[in-house]
């Protein structure tokens, strides 16, 4: 019997030639139309706000964020830590997402339909329902730690 090589590790999985044959036309599609709708002056200012995006990102944004799960990890008891971690990062998005809705950018006077209601009034909702079901989850985590440290014996009242 001869030995075949294992080529199943080599072999690049069908998803993404079906993303590449699918992903690749809608990124030129969009490419050429940012190239065809913005003057050059707009253009150094898209590619200046989008290469500026990835720095900031990746050099402040994603360092934070890496050090606050780190710290949340160290500080907290394992049952918390990943619903703290969630709820942290479902805050973050809320919170960058809603901010021009917050801030107000966009109202013109004598227009009520623009940003017509109390967007921070949304937010912290948002922010309280999210940290509530944090919470829930925290306090089931440590309940179901604590029934089985107690063993099925061990329980009061058994």
């Given at each position: 019997m001869s030995a075949q090589p294992d080529?199943?590790?080599?072999?690049?999985?069908?998803?993404?030639w079906v993303g590449l044959v699918l992903g690749a036309p809608v990124v030129a599609y969009g490419v050429r139309g940012l190239l065809d709708a913005l003057p050059g002056v707009q253009l150094r200012s898209f590619i200046v706000f989008?290469?500026?995006?990835?720095?900031?990102?990746d050099l402040v944004i994603g360092p934070v964020v890496v050090g606050i799960g780190w710290l949340v990890s160290r500080k907290l008891p394992r049952p918390a830590v990943a619903p703290v971690q969630s709820a942290l990062i479902v805050s973050a998005i809320v919170g960058l997402v809603s901010w021009p809705f917050?801030?107000?950018?966009?109202?013109?006077?004598?227009?009520?339909?623009f940003l017509p209601r109390d967007y921070t009034a949304s937010v912290l909702t948002v922010w309280a329902l999210v940290w509530a079901v944090a919470l829930v989850v925290i306090a089931g985590r440590l309940l179901a730690a604590r029934r089985s440290a107690l063993g099925a014996g061990d329980r009061p009242g058994a």
């Open positions: 080529t199943t590790q080599d072999r690049t999985p069908p998803g993404f989008f290469a500026g995006g990835a720095i900031v990102h917050v801030r107000g950018y966009g109202i013109t006077r004598g227009e009520a339909s």
